[in-house]
C-alpha cells in the first residue's frame, strides 16, 4: 500500500507551547488528509479533513482555534497543537486519500505522533 | 451520522484456528468497506477492503464477506498466528460522504494464542 509519514513520532511539551505536526504521503498525491485523535483503548475519533488548498472541515466539538490545520500541497498536511495542555495529551493520527476515476481510492494511515504535555 | 457496530469487542484463539469478527451498519447508501489492523503504538495498516459491487474477498488468510440486504460485513483469518495479534476496525464509507470520510467501528482486541 501507499506510505504516509508523520513527524515527529513522539513529542514531549511544557503546557502553553504549541506542537506541530507533519503529515506526508510519499508515493502518492492525497487531495483529502483527514486528522485523527486516538485514546488509548479506543477507536479512532476524526478531527478534521483537509483538502489542498481549502480550509480544513472540523467534526463538531473540535475547537478549530486550537487545532490548526494546513494543507498547503498535494503530499503535506500540519497539525499544530496551540497553547497545549496536558488534556491535549493524546495519540494523533493523520491519513491521506486521493480522488481518482469519479471516486475515492483507499485511505492509508501515518504511524501516529506521542504527543505528551506536562 | 452513520454508525457501525462492531463485534466482539475482544477475541481470544488458539494459533491455528479461525477468527470472525463482524460489523453491522445503517445506511444503505454505504459503499466501501475497509478493514485496519492496528499494533501497538502505530497507526491502523489497512489489511482488505471490498466494495459494495462484490460479496466476498479474499487474500491469502484474509477475506472480508458482504451482505448488502442485511447490512454487515465480516473478516475472517484463517490458521491464525501470534503475529496476527493486534487490535482490528471496520470501517465504512457511506454513499454521498464529503471527502471520503469514513466511520470506524469501536474495535475489536484479537490475542492469538501460541
Known amino acids: 500500500g501507499a506510505v504516509v509519514s508523520q513527524h515527529p513520532s513522539r513529542v514531549i511539551c511544557k503546557s502553553g507551547t504549541s506542537v506541530k505536526i507533519e503529515c506526508r504521503s510519499l508515493?502518492?498525491?492525497?487531495?483529502?488528509m483527514f486528522w485523527y485523535r486516538q485514546f488509548p483503548k479506543q477507536s479512532l475519533m476524526l478531527m478534521a479533513t483537509?483538502?489542498?488548498?481549502?480550509?480544513?472541515?472540523?467534526e463538531q466539538g473540535v475547537e478549530k482555534d486550537k487545532f490548526l490545520i494546513n494543507h498547503a500541497s498535494l503530499t503535506l498536511s500540519t497539525l499544530t497543537v496551540t497553547s497545549a495542555h496536558p488534556e491535549d495529551s493524546s495519540f494523533y493520527i493523520c491519513?491521506?486519500?486521493?480522488?481518482?476515476?469519479?471516486?475515492?481510492?483507499?485511505?492509508?494511515f501515518g504511524p501516529g505522533t506521542r504527543l505528551t504535555v506536562l | 451520522g452513520e454508525n457501525v457496530e462492531q463485534h466482539p469487542s475482544t477475541l481470544s484463539v488458539q494459533e491455528g484456528d479461525s477468527a470472525v469478527i463482524k460489523c453491522t451498519y445503517s445506511?444503505?447508501?454505504?459503499?466501501?468497506f475497509p478493514w485496519y489492523k492496528q499494533e501497538l503504538g502505530k497507526g491502523p495498516q489497512l489489511i482488505i477492503d471490498?466494495?459494495?459491487?462484490?460479496g466476498e474477498k479474499k487474500d491469502q488468510r484474509i477475506a472480508v464477506t458482504l451482505n448488502k440486504t442485511a447490512k454487515h460485513f465480516s473478516l475472517h483469518i484463517t490458521e491464525t498466528q501470534p503475529e496476527d495479534s493486534a487490535v482490528y476496525f471496520c470501517?465504512?464509507?457511506?454513499?454521498?460522504?464529503?471527502?471520503?470520510?469514513?466511520?470506524f467501528g469501536q474495535g475489536t482486541i484479537l490475542t492469538v494464542h501460541p
Open positions: 483537509s483538502n489542498e488548498g481549502s480550509k480544513a472541515t472540523y
Open positions: 470501517a465504512l464509507r457511506a454513499g454521498g460522504t464529503s471527502y471520503g470520510k469514513l466511520t
Open positions: 491519513s491521506a486519500v486521493n480522488y481518482f476515476g469519479g471516486s475515492y481510492n483507499e485511505q492509508f
Open positions: 445506511d444503505s447508501a454505504s459503499n466501501y
Open positions: 508515493d502518492f498525491q492525497a487531495t483529502t
Open positions: 471490498i466494495r459494495s459491487n462484490v
